[in-house]
Nanobody, 117 residues
């Protein structure tokens, strides 16, 4: 079993910054892609950013230029640096890690990010 533990959420004013971290632990051989997703109240979960094992990244259009995803493979940890935060970034943020084959995805428990106007 793999556990994903997130940290770094909180309350911040518009224009502020936060850094989320997510560490995977347990029976891990290797991790493929890692990512961050978010779910705002009344909305579906959406991809925010993803990073492959070799460091290739992709971002949702809404966060390009403001958020940066990175990972430390030695620590099985993924980060999300969030700058220039907006009220519409308010959501529960979930980290993910893809394993395999056989392919499966593990999720973090979620961390709340609230951006006040």
């Amino acid at each position: 079993q793999v556990q994903m533990v997130e940290s770094g959420g909180g309350l911040v004013q518009t224009g502020g910054s936060l850094r989320l971290s997510c560490a995977a632990s347990g029976r891990i051989f290797s991790i493929n892609a890692m990512g961050w997703y978010r779910q705002a109240p009344g909305k579906q979960r959406e991809m925010v950013a993803r990073i492959t094992s070799n460091g290739s990244t992709n971002y949702a259009d809404s966060v390009k230029g403001r958020f940066t995803i990175s990972r430390d493979n030695a620590k099985n940890t993924v980060y999300l640096q969030m700058n220039s935060l907006k009220p519409e970034d308010t959501a529960v943020y979930y980290c993910s890690a893809d394993f395999g084959p056989p392919f499966y995805r593990s999720w973090g428990q979620g961390t709340h990010v609230t951006v006040s106007s």
